[in-house]
């Protein structure tokens, strides 16, 4: 059968792609328009390495076809950064040393940027039930935390 | 910022916490790690495995699949020759090529559920899938054995036909699945036992556990038609790497380049090889790019967990506290081949303690289980989980507080240790220390909560490491280094490098060279590649700097003993100083091709000296005696460093660690059905802790310098995750009055410990 | 394999219906996909029911709530008013997975996963949901607690799709609260799940109850015996020994990788009367 037509907005570009039924959208977002900052360890929604904003919701693009987001809005890590100006959570993660090897950075700032939209003022505690779902095996977390913290402080001061 | 002097240098950097220099591509995605390398006209490869934990491969049909359209390359065991028996380093462990190539590539049997039977290269993912499908294997399925001491029953099923323990006299007649015997003797601990006013004796269990990179291991080959091959993968060591292949394929080792990825996580778990081998040969086949990924199912049944094990341990102790004998007694499982890291574990066990008579004995043991590879201080954590909850038991025994003593019987400068060397100045006691002033220490408990220490110790290693450092015409200087950066590596050296040669941190650039680009590197792993790649730039600085002073010679026309290298500039000395204006490292590249051409350093040495890292954790933690959950309430490491050139990642080691050990503990272990298949190959139950898991974990760096380093750093990266597993298990017993020997200490295991002392009620 | 992606559910039933080959709804996509990967389900045809408006709004209905089938766990999480009414119920469609998966997941595809471990399904059951099914006939009603037959088994016919749910009005004096036991805080599959329903008089005495049990036996458990030991009661020790035993008494698990037998029953006890208790302060304070 033929490839699904798909035209959506990625990262605020008007994008059109073919996938097959099967594709996730992480197999789009790297394979077809080679945006690989979205990471794959395990392709069933148990680690967010794939975290990506779908319509504005936090989601683990390896569980979402590739066919059902035409006409939507995706957002991924490559989009975190407006022009040469990091994102403060990037800044903070990068001052902090909350990442060790960095595969699970990009769905960790996707899921904070997610985290601090709805909650400007987060406790430990929240941050650590919101990124549950975000595996790092490197950090035992404790900076990917105060990072995130330090960046709600950065971001509520605007 | 403020400087201190080490080396007879001024340190503006080493010691402070300075922006990585990967990582604003590692915060915008741009990072580009194993599965992110693509090729034009590149193929997938797809391995297919084998179904059953231990199988005769009475056949292989290749013929349908290779007949599938889109299919360019099958391969099998036939398409690699045969190894004599050879054993290499591999990390801390041993390999042997008779056994790498057959765990590449099942040859007579596959020996564990998931060992690689055939593999193929095709057009799309899609007919990869379907071609593995199509691939015929006749496969005569034998009794299997899992468990570590039913393996080593005289009647277990046998997986290796010649496999004769090794380490014991007379060699046995018939072979059996307990490849090795090691053991270490210091002093008379027969007779030590005598002079013991208490002896505690206890057997324990630890479950295999997996390293848990978020990363799936990942190869990209492509194989020209004149054989040349190039490689990109994400590994611990592409030097190591591209010995193997060269080895498994009959390559010239100069034939073949290979690039290291960005690599996310190893933690011992990629310091061999699994898809790179099969990438080539089926690049090779092709004549096409190909490129494999490993799924997570595949990364927990193909790649190496560490061992589980059985340890006994007999100490004993006189009434005043003093550790007079001490001795164990080690099962660990190696997988399906030889090579478990139990050698570690019996030389670390009593590492931490002057103790006048020790024995261990270790046995490695093969069982239809994936080949371990090395994970974060390999067989230590499991070996001194047993020693610390016995000291404790001692502890409580006689009454005496479990730091002091752990401090009246601590390792120190001078100590024999049982393993061998006599001990340079090492940091048990301070760490020790160190946990005992803090806050925590003091802290209250309610019911149902428990406190607990444990010590730990890693070697740490050297080796063989080259970098180079060069000065580009502007001033700038180019780094580079050829141990895969996994932690902060890449920050490190340059910040080594920048105060070395008196210029800006942020003009040094570092990069991970290619196996082309420099000359060999052991891989990163014993915590060797910031130990061992700053003595290297070091090494490559003192040239440059020697070479500048020649220069400056030339240009001023004085004897080389009236210039000096200091503060990033050439100075003359002495009554010349008046005369000659100092020139800086970029004055002198400005004149580069002026006076003698390129600037630039090599550091090429085999280092040695690596100090030991001790470490002492502290663990609160509360059961709820109903459920049997354990919650981690407050975590504090204290680590000898040495020197941490990088305070920050430092202590993102000790913290990764402690997490680390905190799953071990508590949940992760590879669980097997009566048919000897894994039931937990993936992240949903294979445990590793998420974020809610865990408190912050308070990270104390203590520095007794090593004096064999030029700047007194030590590895770092191991030790964290030796002490997580005895403190937890110790915090338990406060926290319960009951003494846990058996690891995962899982909700299921306690509660049923609970339940028979009628304890099961809040 | 075919997508499609209809917006009304004539249109989605007649799709399902039609089908030669297996034959999958999507909705979160949180299990299929997964399964997909790993090779358990090869569907021919995938409908994607997000499109149609009945799946995916919340609404009162008769004093109740009606609840779409492909409303996620994140979009009842934000549902002040229903999370007010039936607060057990909300709480358990949020503890299905992590924040990414709650972004997807819905109380429809909890359901039809067929797991008995699914969390939300033990709290749809104590509050006495109702699943609204459409299929060729047309459509029909089934309390929730018959909608799974066993693992993977569901009541529903070929062509037929989980269109909503429909949760009683809420009686004064009344609340609702599920409990869940894993080993980790989270990201875990339920090793037991309770979920509790209860309704008080004036003087606090408990009229009206129902208590449902996840992940001890083939299929979510109402159990009424449970339900009945603490009815008359105020929940006092006694009441809540008795509803232990009861609730231990109903369990017929398994022994596998997230727990043993034992340990299930024990524990199955321990989280109804917990959850018991936090429905009961729940209901006093409404």
């Excluded at chain 1, 913290?149 to 605007?158: E, I, L, N, P, S």
């Excluded at chain 2, 379907?130 to 570590?148: F, M, S, T």
């Excluded at chain 2, 291991?217 to 030097?239: K, M, N, R, Y």
């Excluded at chain 3, 004096?173 to 989270?186: G, H, K, M, Q, W």
Aim: include cysteine; charge should be neutral; aromatic fraction near 6%.
């Amino acid at each position: 059968m033929a490839k699904h037509h798909i035209e959506t907005t990625v990262n605020g570009d008007e994008i059109e792609f073919l996938c097959e039924t099967e594709e996730t959208l992480l197999d789009v977002l790297r394979d077809t328009l080679h945006l690989t900052g979205s990471k794959e360890g395990c392709a069933s929604g148990d680690c967010g390495a794939c975290s990506v904003m779908l319509d504005g919701r936090l989601v683990c693009s390896c569980l979402v076809l590739g066919c059902e987001v035409g006409g939507r809005r995706v957002e991924t890590i490559e989009g975190m950064a407006k022009g040469e100006k990091l994102h403060p959570l990037q800044q903070r993660f990068l001052e902090h040393a909350a990442l060790q090897c960095g595969i699970c950075t990009p769905g960790f700032l996707v899921a904070s940027k997610a985290l601090l939209e709805r909650t400007p003022d987060p406790t430990e505690h929240e941050i650590r039930y919101w990124l549950a779902g975000n595996l790092c095996r490197c950090t035992g977390y404790d900076k990917i935390v105060s990072a995130v913290m330090d960046a709600a402080v950065t971001m509520r001061k605007g | 910022m403020a400087e201190t002097m080490a080396n007879g240098q001024s340190q503006t950097y080493v010691g402070t916490r300075t922006i990585r220099p990967d990582g604003v591509d590692k915060v915008t995605g741009r990072a580009r790690f194993g599965a992110d390398f693509n090729l034009p006209g590149q193929l997938i490869g797809r391995v297919l495995r084998s179904p059953h934990p231990h199988a005769r491969i009475l056949s292989i049909d290749t013929a349908k699949a290779e007949a599938l359209p889109g299919v360019k390359a099958v391969i099998t065991r036939d398409d690699f020759a045969d190894q004599s028996s050879e054993f290499i380093p591999a990390g801390e462990m041993m390999m042997n090529y008779k056994d790498v190539v057959r765990n590449v590539m099942a040859r007579e049997k596959a020996l564990y559920e998931g060992h690689a039977v055939a593999a193929v290269a095709a057009t799309s993912v899609a007919i990869a899938r379907r071609a593995l499908k199509l691939i015929d294997v006749k496969y005569e399925v034998l009794p299997h054995v899992i468990d570590v001491v039913e393996a080593m029953r005289p009647d277990a099923p046998l997986l290796h036909d010649d496999l004769f323990t090794a380490g014991v006299e007379p060699k046995p007649e018939q072979p059996s699945n307990i490849a090795k015997r090691v053991e270490i003797v210091l002093g008379d601990v027969e007779a030590g036992f005598q002079k013991a006013d208490v002896i505690v004796e206890r057997e324990f269990k630890t479950a295999p556990v997996h390293q848990g990179y978020i990363e799936p291991h990942a190869a990209l080959a492509s194989v020209s038609e004149d054989g040349a091959t190039e490689l990109w993968c994400s590994t611990q060591g592409h030097f190591i790497v591209r010995a193997h292949c060269a080895r498994l394929l009959g390559l010239d080792i100069g034939r073949i380049r290979v690039t290291a990825s960005e690599i996310g996580g190893g933690f011992g778990g990629k310091t061999v090889v699994y898809l790179e081998p099969l990438a080539i040969a089926l690049s090779r086949k092709a004549k096409r790019p190909v490129k494999m990924v490993m799924s997570r199912e595949e990364v927990f049944k193909a790649s190496g967990p560490t061992s589980g094990a059985t340890v006994r341990v007999k100490m004993g102790a006189t009434k005043e506290g003093k550790f007079v004998a001490g001795f164990a007694e080690l099962k660990y499982q190696a997988g399906a081949f030889q090579g478990s890291p139990v050698q570690p574990g019996v030389m670390c066990a009593y590492a931490p303690y002057d103790i006048e008579n020790v024995k261990v004995i270790g046995y490695d043991v093969v069982s239809n289980r994936p080949k371990v590879a090395a994970y974060r201080a390999p067989g230590a954590p499991i070996s001194e989980f047993a020693v610390e909850s016995v000291v404790d038991e001692i502890a409580k025994k006689l009454d005496i507080d479990p730091i002091d003593l752990r401090m009246q019987n601590a390792a120190r400068e001078g100590t024999k240790a049982a393993y061998g060397p006599k001990l340079g100045p090492i940091g048990m006691e301070e760490t020790l220390n160190a946990i005992k002033k803090t806050e925590h220490w003091n802290a209250p408990l309610r019911k149902w909560q428990g406190r607990g220490v444990a010590s730990g110790f890693w070697f740490n290693i050297g080796g063989e490491t080259s970098a180079s450092l060069t000065v580009n015409e502007d001033g700038t200087v180019s780094l580079m280094a050829g141990t895969p950066d996994i932690g902060g590596l890449r920050a490190s050296l340059a910040m080594v490098a920048a105060d070395e040669l008196g210029v800006p941190y942020d003009k040094v650039r570092p990069i991970i060279g290619d196996t082309g680009s420099l000359g060999f590197n052991f891989l990163t792993g014993g915590s060797r590649s910031a130990f061992s790649g700053s003595m290297a730039i070091v090494e490559a600085a003192k040239q440059i700097k020697t070479e500048l002073c020649a220069r400056a010679c030339k240009l001023w026309d004085l004897k080389p003993d009236q210039v000096e290298f200091a503060g990033g500039q050439v100075k003359a000395l002495g009554a010349a100083a008046e005369k000659v204006k100092p020139m800086s490292i970029a004055d002198f590249a400005k004149v580069a091709g002026k006076t003698g051409g390129p600037i630039g350093g090599y550091g090429r040495i085999n280092a040695q000296g690596a100090g030991p890292s001790l470490g002492t954790h502290l663990v609160d933690l509360e059961v709820d005696p109903e459920t049997g959950r354990v919650t981690i309430l407050k975590y504090t490491v204290a680590q000898d460093a040495g020197r941490a050139i990088h305070p920050s990642y430092v202590e993102g080691q000790f913290q990764g660690g402690a997490v680390q050990g905190i799953g071990w503990a508590l949940n992760e272990e590879y669980i097997y059905g009566a048919d000897g298949k894994l039931q937990n190959a993936g992240f949903l139950d294979y445990r590793m802790p998420v974020a809610s898991d865990v408190p912050m974990i308070d990270a104390i760096l203590v520095e007794v310098a090593n004096p064999k380093h030029p700047y007194g750093v030590r590895g770092v990266g191991e030790t964290p995750i030796v002490p997580p597993l005895g403190a937890i298990a110790n915090a338990m017993e406060a926290a319960t009055g009951i003494r846990f020997t058996e690891l995962p200490m899982s909700p299921p295991k306690v509660l049923k410990a609970l339940k028979e002392r009628g304890l099961n009620k809040v | 394999m075919r997508y499609e992606a209809p917006e009304s559910l004539e249109g989605a039933v007649a799709l399902l219906a039609g089908a030669t080959g297996e034959a999958r709804v999507l909705a979160g996509g949180t299990d299929l996909l997964v399964q997909m990967r790993a090779d358990i389900v090869d569907p021919e045809l995938i409908v994607d029911i997000k499109k149609i408006a009945e799946t995916r709004a919340v609404t009162e209905e008769q004093g109740g709530w009606r609840i779409g089938a492909a409303v996620t766990g994140a979009e009842l999480k934000e549902h002040a008013r229903l999370k007010q009414a039936w607060p057990g119920v909300v709480e358990a469609a949020n503890l299905i997975g992590s924040t990414q998966v709650q972004g997807r997941a819905t109380l429809g595809g909890n359901l039809c996963n067929g797991s008995p471990a699914a969390d939300s399904v033990p709290a749809l059951i104590a509050a006495g949901a109702v699943a609204t099914l459409a299929g060729p006939q047309g459509k029909r009603d089934l309390p929730v607690e018959d909608v799974m037959l066993g693992p993977r088994k569901l009541a529903l016919r070929k062509g037929e799709i989980l269109v909503s749910f429909l949760l009683p009005p809420r009686p004064p004096r009344s609340s609702d609260a599920y409990l869940r036991f894993i080993p980790r805080t989270e990201m875990d599959i339920a090793v037991v799940g309770a979920g509790v329903s209860v309704t008080i008089d004036g003087a606090g005495t408990i009229t009206a109850a129902r208590v449902s049990l996840g992940a001890v036996a083939a299929r979510v458990l109402l159990v009424p015996e449970a339900a009945r030991a603490i009815v008359g009661s105020r929940l006092d020790a006694a009441a809540q020994q008795r509803l232990e035993t009861a609730a231990r008494a109903a369990c017929q698990p398994i022994d596998d990788k997230r727990g043993t037998t034992e340990f299930r029953i024990d524990v199955a006890g321990v989280l109804t009367r917990r959850a018991a208790l936090i429905a009961l302060d729940r209901a006093r304070a409404n």
